[in-house]
Nanobody, 120 residues
Framework: QVQLVESGGGLVQRGGSLRLSCEAS????????IGWFRQAPGKEREEISC????????LYADFVRGRFTLFVDKAKYTADLQMNNLYPEDTGVYYC?????????????WGKGIQVTVSS
């Protein structure tokens, strides 16, 4: 059974940093794409960063490039998202997700999500 458990969220001030962690289990991570998504209040869920099944380099959304970094450790079955220089507009629920093939908004499995709040 695929399980994705997010941790590391919380409240941080503008300009601060957080590191989110996703612990994966129940599947072979070598066979899946994995990434992070978020949903801000009143907005649709959007992709932040993802690495495809056969990819070596994560892709980043324009709004986080240079601030966020995705670290995937396939040996430990973890996918960490280091978030620096956070803005209030980064506030939202952050989700870890995996897909058997591609990165997209229609990933096969999702974690429950974790709240990130950036105060001004």
């Amino acid at each position: 059974q695929v399980q994705l458990v997010e941790s590391g969220g919380g409240l941080v001030q503008r300009g601060g940093s957080l590191r989110l962690s996703c612990e994966a289990s129940g599947f072979n991570l070598d066979d899946y794409a994995i990434g992070w998504f978020r949903q801000a209040p009143g907005k649709e869920r959007e992709e932040i960063s993802c690495i495809s099944r056969n990819g070596e380099t994560p892709l980043y959304a324009d709004f986080v490039r240079g601030r966020f970094t995705l670290f995937v450790d396939k040996a430990k079955y973890t996918a960490d998202l280091q978030m620096n220089n956070l803005y209030p507009e980064d506030t939202g629920v952050y989700y870890c997700a995996v897909d058997h093939f591609y990165c997209s908004g229609l990933m096969d499995y999702w974690g429950k999500g974790i709240q990130v709040t950036v105060s001004s």
